[in-house]
């Protein structure tokens, strides 16, 4: 059941991907998102979407109504195996390697945790292990996003942010002189 990453179109945003014939896995995603825009690029994008959000019930209204427009993990991949330990809500978290770039999906039954493991996933998408490493989410923080969570919806942001690091260390390349970090 490997997982297809969207190619790119001529918009600069990624195509629909497939897992496997007419099963969709990546739909339409705002451009920010794509993985063919560096993290650096990625970051300067969403705080900008961010910017002119007044407060913290405005971004975390911005969570959720992504998460309420996020296409659902299909149902063969919201498997025990691909649920994420530790959380109070179900989370599925959901990865997949192939032409030297990573992608990820998620899903819960909480639209906030949607939300919250939605960012991390598209914000990693289409990425070089050796760039993942080399990025943190630490710039939430400077957006507000972790400061309106939940110390149960902050835990299970670092969930999984471990989960993509650990992932990206698997596979970053011993020459990219990448030695993972948290």
């Known amino acids: 059941m490997a997982l297809r990453a969207p190619c790119p179109n001529p918009l600069g945003r990624p195509a629909l991907g497939l897992i496997r014939p007419g099963t969709r896995l990546f739909a339409g995603l705002a451009p920010w998102q794509s993985g063919f825009v560096t993290l650096d690029e990625k970051q300067r994008r969403l705080a900008k979407e961010l910017a002119p959000l007044p407060d913290a019930s405005a ?3 911005w969570l959720i109504e ?27 978290f959901v990865k997949d390697f192939h032409d030297g770039r990573c992608w990820f999906r998620s899903e819960s039954d909480s639209l906030v945790v949607k939300s919250v493991a939605g960012l991390l996933c598209d914000f990693y998408n289409g990425q070089t292990p050796s760039e993942i490493l080399k990025h943190p989410p630490d710039f939430l923080g400077a957006v507000g996003i972790p400061q309106n969570l939940t110390p149960n919806r902050r835990s299970t942001m670092g969930r999984v942010w471990e989960k993509i690091r650990a992932f990206a260390e698997k596979h970053a390349s011993p020459l990219a002189g990448v030695t993972g970090g948290a």
Do not use: D, I
């Open 66 to 92: 992504g998460a309420r427009q996020r296409p659902m993990l299909p149902v063969e991949f919201r498997l025990e195996a691909n649920l994420v330990e530790g959380c109070m809500s179900r989370l599925w």
């Open 59 to 61: 971004r975390l209204s």
